[in-house]
Protein backbone atom coordinates (compact mmCIF):
# COMPACT_ATOMS: atom_id res chain seq x y z
CA UNK A 1 0.00 0.00 0.00
CA UNK A 2 1.36 3.44 -0.84
CA UNK A 3 -0.58 6.10 1.05
CA UNK A 4 -1.76 9.32 -1.19
CA UNK A 5 -2.32 12.47 0.49
CA UNK A 6 -6.07 12.92 1.81
CA UNK A 7 -8.17 14.12 -1.58
CA UNK A 8 -10.90 15.51 0.66
CA UNK A 9 -7.81 18.22 1.73
CA UNK A 10 -8.78 21.80 0.71
CA UNK A 11 -12.73 21.80 0.90
CA UNK A 12 -14.15 24.10 3.93
CA UNK A 13 -14.05 21.87 6.98
CA UNK A 14 -15.57 22.64 10.49
CA UNK A 15 -13.10 20.50 13.40
CA UNK A 16 -15.68 18.91 15.24
CA UNK A 17 -14.15 15.17 16.31
CA UNK A 18 -11.45 13.21 18.06
CA UNK A 19 -8.80 12.66 15.09
CA UNK A 20 -7.83 9.96 14.74
CA UNK A 21 -9.84 7.56 15.93
CA UNK A 22 -8.39 4.38 17.21
CA UNK A 23 -8.02 1.35 15.81
CA UNK A 24 -8.16 -1.55 17.57
CA UNK A 25 -7.75 -5.76 17.35
CA UNK A 26 -10.10 -7.97 19.18
CA UNK A 27 -7.98 -10.66 19.92
CA UNK A 28 -10.05 -12.20 22.69
CA UNK A 29 -13.40 -11.97 20.05
CA UNK A 30 -10.83 -14.42 17.93
CA UNK A 31 -10.22 -16.86 20.26
CA UNK A 32 -13.92 -17.47 21.26
CA UNK A 33 -14.74 -17.27 17.21
CA UNK A 34 -11.20 -18.28 15.56
CA UNK A 35 -11.15 -16.80 11.72
CA UNK A 36 -8.89 -13.87 10.83
CA UNK A 37 -8.28 -11.06 13.76
CA UNK A 38 -11.07 -8.22 13.40
CA UNK A 39 -9.70 -4.97 13.64
CA UNK A 40 -12.19 -2.53 14.63
CA UNK A 41 -11.99 0.94 13.26
CA UNK A 42 -13.11 2.99 16.48
CA UNK A 43 -15.50 5.99 14.55
CA UNK A 44 -17.87 5.53 17.67
CA UNK A 45 -15.49 7.18 19.44
CA UNK A 46 -15.38 10.28 17.54
CA UNK A 47 -15.71 12.72 20.18
CA UNK A 48 -18.84 14.42 19.22
CA UNK A 49 -21.88 14.26 22.35
CA UNK A 50 -21.38 9.90 22.03
CA UNK A 51 -19.31 10.02 18.54
CA UNK A 52 -20.25 8.17 15.36
CA UNK A 53 -19.69 8.42 11.76
CA UNK A 54 -21.46 11.57 11.16
CA UNK A 55 -18.91 13.45 13.03
CA UNK A 56 -16.77 13.43 10.13
CA UNK A 57 -19.52 14.14 7.62
CA UNK A 58 -20.55 16.41 9.69
CA UNK A 59 -16.81 18.68 9.39
CA UNK A 60 -17.67 19.02 5.76
CA UNK A 61 -21.16 19.15 5.57
CA UNK A 62 -21.24 22.44 8.45
CA UNK A 63 -17.98 23.74 6.58
CA UNK A 64 -20.20 24.51 3.82
CA UNK A 65 -22.84 25.95 6.11
CA UNK A 66 -20.68 28.13 7.69
CA UNK A 67 -19.18 29.27 3.91
CA UNK A 68 -22.47 30.40 3.22
CA UNK A 69 -23.29 32.09 6.16
CA UNK A 70 -26.38 29.88 6.76
CA UNK A 71 -28.62 31.17 9.73
CA UNK A 72 -29.52 27.90 10.66
CA UNK A 73 -29.46 23.97 9.93
CA UNK A 74 -32.70 21.47 9.33
CA UNK A 75 -32.07 17.65 8.60
CA UNK A 76 -33.73 14.57 8.80
CA UNK A 77 -34.05 11.41 9.89
CA UNK A 78 -35.77 8.45 12.13
CA UNK A 79 -37.03 8.89 15.72
CA UNK A 80 -33.80 7.38 17.14
CA UNK A 81 -31.29 9.19 14.28
CA UNK A 82 -27.77 9.15 15.34
CA UNK A 83 -27.41 11.59 12.31
CA UNK A 84 -30.24 13.91 13.67
CA UNK A 85 -28.40 13.62 17.38
CA UNK A 86 -24.72 14.51 16.05
CA UNK A 87 -26.35 16.83 13.66
CA UNK A 88 -27.91 18.71 16.99
CA UNK A 89 -24.60 18.75 19.00
CA UNK A 90 -22.46 20.06 15.80
CA UNK A 91 -25.15 22.91 15.58
CA UNK A 92 -24.86 23.76 19.72
CA UNK A 93 -20.66 23.52 18.89
CA UNK A 94 -20.47 25.87 16.59
CA UNK A 95 -23.74 28.18 17.85
CA UNK A 96 -26.42 27.34 14.60
CA UNK A 97 -30.24 27.10 15.20
CA UNK A 98 -30.72 23.20 14.50
CA UNK A 99 -34.39 21.93 13.32
CA UNK A 100 -34.57 18.04 13.00
CA UNK A 101 -37.28 16.82 11.35
CA UNK A 102 -38.19 13.12 12.57
CA UNK A 103 -40.35 10.88 11.22
CA UNK A 104 -41.40 7.40 12.75
CA UNK A 105 -40.15 5.43 10.47
CA UNK A 106 -39.84 2.12 12.91
CA UNK A 107 -42.79 -0.19 14.03
CA UNK A 108 -42.02 0.19 17.57
CA UNK A 109 -44.42 1.72 19.84
CA UNK A 110 -42.62 1.61 23.13
CA UNK A 111 -42.28 4.39 25.64
CA UNK A 112 -37.84 4.04 25.87
CA UNK A 113 -37.99 4.03 21.50
CA UNK A 114 -40.19 7.66 21.46
CA UNK A 115 -38.54 9.31 24.28
CA UNK A 116 -35.01 7.66 25.18
CA UNK A 117 -31.83 7.20 23.23
CA UNK A 118 -31.22 9.54 21.00
CA UNK A 119 -34.72 11.28 20.57
CA UNK A 120 -33.72 12.52 24.37
CA UNK A 121 -30.62 13.59 23.44
CA UNK A 122 -31.98 15.85 20.51
CA UNK A 123 -33.48 18.07 23.05
CA UNK A 124 -30.70 18.23 25.50
CA UNK A 125 -28.48 19.27 22.81
CA UNK A 126 -31.12 22.22 22.38
CA UNK A 127 -32.18 20.98 18.97
CA UNK A 128 -35.82 22.02 18.12
CA UNK A 129 -37.60 18.57 17.25
CA UNK A 130 -40.42 18.46 14.59
CA UNK A 131 -42.36 14.95 14.64
CA UNK A 132 -43.86 14.13 11.96
CA UNK A 133 -46.33 11.12 10.47
CA UNK A 134 -44.59 10.15 7.41
CA UNK A 135 -42.16 11.27 4.53
CA UNK A 136 -44.53 13.46 3.01
CA UNK A 137 -45.45 15.25 6.07
CA UNK A 138 -41.61 15.99 6.84
CA UNK A 139 -41.27 17.33 3.23
CA UNK A 140 -43.72 19.82 3.85
CA UNK A 141 -42.12 20.97 7.37
CA UNK A 142 -38.98 21.14 5.31
CA UNK A 143 -41.01 23.48 3.06
CA UNK A 144 -42.00 25.57 5.58
CA UNK A 145 -39.07 25.82 7.40
CA UNK A 146 -37.22 26.88 4.32
CA UNK A 147 -40.21 29.66 3.59
CA UNK A 148 -39.42 30.79 7.08
CA UNK A 149 -35.89 31.36 6.73
CA UNK A 150 -34.23 30.96 3.14
CA UNK A 151 -31.03 30.91 4.39
CA UNK A 152 -30.83 27.42 6.45
CA UNK A 153 -28.54 25.22 5.32
CA UNK A 154 -30.60 22.09 4.34
CA UNK A 155 -28.68 18.53 4.84
CA UNK A 156 -29.93 15.73 3.19
CA UNK A 157 -30.62 11.97 5.54
CA UNK A 158 -27.93 11.17 6.69
CA UNK A 159 -25.64 13.73 6.04
CA UNK A 160 -25.22 11.36 2.61
CA UNK A 161 -24.52 13.73 -0.57
CA UNK A 162 -20.68 14.34 -1.92
CA UNK A 163 -19.89 16.66 0.21
CA UNK A 164 -21.03 14.38 3.67
CA UNK A 165 -19.14 11.76 1.90
CA UNK A 166 -15.61 13.62 1.73
CA UNK A 167 -15.74 12.77 5.62
CA UNK A 168 -14.91 9.54 4.62
CA UNK A 169 -12.79 9.71 1.78
CA UNK A 170 -10.77 11.67 5.31
CA UNK A 171 -11.54 8.28 7.24
CA UNK A 172 -10.08 6.13 4.57
CA UNK A 173 -6.88 8.21 4.21
CA UNK A 174 -6.82 7.95 8.36
CA UNK A 175 -7.08 4.01 8.25
CA UNK A 176 -4.78 4.17 5.36
CA UNK A 177 -1.91 4.89 7.67
CA UNK A 178 -2.61 3.38 10.95
CA UNK A 179 -3.06 -0.31 8.21
CA UNK A 180 0.49 0.61 7.43
CA UNK A 181 1.98 1.52 10.92
CA UNK A 182 0.49 -1.88 12.18
CA UNK A 183 1.28 -3.64 9.03
CA UNK A 184 -1.83 -4.97 8.37
CA UNK A 185 -3.27 -5.89 4.68
CA UNK A 186 -6.52 -6.46 5.34
CA UNK A 187 -9.00 -8.79 2.89
CA UNK A 188 -12.14 -6.63 3.66
CA UNK A 189 -13.36 -3.27 5.43
CA UNK A 190 -16.52 -4.12 6.75
CA UNK A 191 -19.16 -1.60 7.08
CA UNK A 192 -23.07 -0.73 8.21
CA UNK A 193 -24.94 1.03 4.85
CA UNK A 194 -27.84 3.15 5.00
CA UNK A 195 -27.97 5.93 3.34
CA UNK A 196 -24.91 5.31 1.47
CA UNK A 197 -22.11 7.76 2.02
CA UNK A 198 -20.14 5.94 4.67
CA UNK A 199 -19.19 3.12 2.40
CA UNK A 200 -18.67 5.21 -0.63
CA UNK A 201 -16.48 7.98 1.32
CA UNK A 202 -14.54 4.66 2.44
CA UNK A 203 -14.51 3.00 -1.20
CA UNK A 204 -12.61 6.22 -2.64
CA UNK A 205 -10.64 6.70 -0.32
CA UNK A 206 -9.29 3.23 -0.03
CA UNK A 207 -8.69 2.90 -3.41
CA UNK A 208 -7.08 6.48 -4.25
CA UNK A 209 -4.98 5.64 -0.77
CA UNK A 210 -3.37 2.41 -2.94
CA UNK A 211 -5.07 -0.29 -0.17
CA UNK A 212 -6.80 -3.07 -2.43
CA UNK A 213 -9.53 -4.27 0.67
CA UNK A 214 -12.76 -4.30 -0.67
CA UNK A 215 -15.41 -2.71 1.20
CA UNK A 216 -17.98 -5.01 2.60
CA UNK A 217 -21.01 -2.75 2.64
CA UNK A 218 -24.12 -4.17 5.29
CA UNK A 219 -27.24 -3.15 4.03
CA UNK A 220 -29.64 -2.23 7.54
CA UNK A 221 -32.14 0.18 6.42
CA UNK A 222 -33.41 -1.12 2.52
CA UNK A 223 -32.65 -3.97 0.40
CA UNK A 224 -29.13 -5.17 -1.86
CA UNK A 225 -30.75 -3.23 -4.77
CA UNK A 226 -31.44 0.30 -3.13
CA UNK A 227 -28.63 0.06 -1.11
CA UNK A 228 -26.31 -0.49 -4.04
CA UNK A 229 -27.67 1.68 -6.19
CA UNK A 230 -27.25 5.03 -3.36
CA UNK A 231 -23.34 3.51 -2.81
CA UNK A 232 -22.73 3.98 -6.76
CA UNK A 233 -24.88 7.01 -7.09
CA UNK A 234 -23.05 9.11 -4.14
CA UNK A 235 -19.63 7.45 -4.94
CA UNK A 236 -20.08 9.14 -8.95
CA UNK A 237 -21.05 12.50 -7.42
CA UNK A 238 -18.33 12.47 -4.86
CA UNK A 239 -15.82 11.47 -7.21
CA UNK A 240 -17.00 14.09 -9.58
CA UNK A 241 -16.57 16.35 -6.77
CA UNK A 242 -13.22 15.51 -6.32
CA UNK A 243 -12.16 15.52 -9.82
CA UNK A 244 -10.67 11.85 -9.27
CA UNK A 245 -11.73 8.50 -10.75
CA UNK A 246 -14.38 6.08 -9.13
CA UNK A 247 -13.13 2.62 -7.78
CA UNK A 248 -13.62 0.06 -9.87
CA UNK A 249 -17.55 -1.45 -9.27
CA UNK A 250 -16.10 -4.42 -7.11
CA UNK A 251 -14.49 -2.26 -4.62
CA UNK A 252 -17.81 -2.23 -3.00
CA UNK A 253 -19.36 -5.45 -2.10
CA UNK A 254 -23.55 -5.02 -0.82
CA UNK A 255 -24.97 -7.61 1.30
CA UNK A 256 -28.29 -7.69 2.37
CA UNK A 257 -28.83 -10.90 4.46
CA UNK A 258 -28.47 -9.65 8.28
CA UNK A 259 -31.61 -6.81 7.20
CA UNK A 260 -34.19 -9.44 8.59
CA UNK A 261 -37.33 -7.86 8.50
CA UNK A 262 -36.14 -4.49 7.83
CA UNK A 263 -34.78 -1.35 9.05
CA UNK A 264 -34.70 -1.51 13.15
CA UNK A 265 -36.35 -4.30 13.54
CA UNK A 266 -33.49 -6.74 15.20
CA UNK A 267 -32.80 -10.23 14.68
CA UNK A 268 -31.47 -12.90 16.66
CA UNK A 269 -28.25 -12.51 15.53
CA UNK A 270 -27.65 -9.11 15.66
CA UNK A 271 -29.01 -9.05 19.24
CA UNK A 272 -26.67 -12.07 19.82
CA UNK A 273 -23.66 -10.15 18.65
CA UNK A 274 -24.24 -7.63 20.98
CA UNK A 275 -23.73 -9.82 24.10
CA UNK A 276 -20.58 -11.44 22.01
CA UNK A 277 -18.68 -8.21 21.62
CA UNK A 278 -19.36 -6.55 24.78
CA UNK A 279 -18.24 -9.84 27.10
CA UNK A 280 -14.91 -10.46 24.74
CA UNK A 281 -13.80 -6.87 24.16
CA UNK A 282 -15.80 -4.56 26.28
CA UNK A 283 -17.44 -2.51 22.92
CA UNK A 284 -20.65 -2.04 22.39
CA UNK A 285 -22.53 -2.29 19.69
CA UNK A 286 -26.15 -0.80 18.67
CA UNK A 287 -29.16 -2.08 17.75
CA UNK A 288 -30.00 -0.64 14.50
CA UNK A 289 -26.49 -0.33 12.65
CA UNK A 290 -23.72 -2.19 13.86
CA UNK A 291 -24.77 -4.91 15.43
CA UNK A 292 -26.63 -6.24 12.25
CA UNK A 293 -23.55 -5.31 10.14
CA UNK A 294 -21.15 -7.31 13.11
CA UNK A 295 -23.49 -10.24 12.48
CA UNK A 296 -23.01 -10.46 8.56
CA UNK A 297 -19.18 -10.56 9.85
CA UNK A 298 -19.53 -12.60 12.31
CA UNK A 299 -21.24 -15.39 9.69
CA UNK A 300 -18.64 -14.96 6.87
CA UNK A 301 -15.89 -15.73 9.15
CA UNK A 302 -15.57 -19.26 8.08
CA UNK A 303 -14.49 -17.85 4.47
CA UNK A 304 -12.40 -15.79 5.28
CA UNK A 305 -8.26 -16.73 5.67
CA UNK A 306 -7.83 -17.35 9.36
CA UNK A 307 -4.56 -16.27 9.43
CA UNK A 308 -5.64 -12.67 7.68
CA UNK A 309 -7.06 -9.48 9.20
CA UNK A 310 -10.55 -7.80 8.34
CA UNK A 311 -11.34 -4.20 9.30
CA UNK A 312 -14.92 -3.29 11.12
CA UNK A 313 -15.79 0.41 11.21
CA UNK A 314 -17.88 0.71 14.32
CA UNK A 315 -19.69 3.25 12.77
CA UNK A 316 -21.02 4.30 16.73
CA UNK A 317 -25.19 4.75 17.17
CA UNK A 318 -24.72 3.36 20.99
CA UNK A 319 -26.99 5.98 22.23
CA UNK A 320 -29.89 3.69 20.39
CA UNK A 321 -29.32 0.83 22.93
CA UNK A 322 -31.45 3.03 25.74
CA UNK A 323 -34.43 2.98 23.55
CA UNK A 324 -34.43 -1.11 22.81
CA UNK A 325 -34.20 -1.46 26.39
CA UNK A 326 -37.27 -3.67 26.06
CA UNK A 327 -35.05 -6.12 24.07
CA UNK A 328 -32.68 -6.53 26.96
CA UNK A 329 -35.39 -7.17 29.90
CA UNK A 330 -34.82 -11.03 29.59
CA UNK A 331 -31.12 -10.47 30.31
CA UNK A 332 -28.18 -10.42 28.09
CA UNK A 333 -27.77 -10.78 24.68
CA UNK A 334 -25.84 -13.62 23.19
C1 LIG B 1 -24.50 4.13 13.73
C2 LIG B 1 -24.62 4.22 12.25
N1 LIG B 1 -23.93 3.37 11.50
C3 LIG B 1 -23.98 3.39 10.16
C4 LIG B 1 -24.80 4.28 9.50
C5 LIG B 1 -24.87 4.22 8.01
O1 LIG B 1 -24.17 5.27 7.39
P1 LIG B 1 -24.64 5.74 5.95
O2 LIG B 1 -26.00 6.37 6.11
O3 LIG B 1 -23.60 6.69 5.53
O4 LIG B 1 -24.73 4.53 5.07
C6 LIG B 1 -25.56 5.20 10.24
C7 LIG B 1 -26.45 6.16 9.56
O5 LIG B 1 -27.35 6.71 10.09
C8 LIG B 1 -25.46 5.17 11.65
O6 LIG B 1 -26.18 6.02 12.42
Known amino acids: MTPLSDLSAGFPRTPLGHWPTPLEPCHRLREELGGPLIWLKRDDCSGLALGGNKTRKLEF ?3 EAREREATGVVTF ?7 ARQTAAACA ?15 RATTHYRTSG ?15 ADDEAAIMCAAELADADPDRYFIDPGGSNAVGALGYVAAAAELVGQLQAEGVEPAEVVVASSTGGTAAGLALGLHHG ?14 HDHTRGAIERLTIATSELLGVDPPPADGVVVVD ?38 ADLVDS ?18 PGLFAYVDSFAAGPAG
Open 61 to 63: LLG
Open 77 to 83: GALQSNH
Open 93 to 107: RIGLPCDLVLTNAVD
Open 118 to 132: NRMLDDVLGATVHEV
Open 210 to 223: GCDASVRAVAVYAD
Open 257 to 294: RSLGEGYGIETAASHAVIGTLARTEGVLLDPVYTAKAF
Open 301 to 318: LPGLDPAGDVVFVHTGGQ
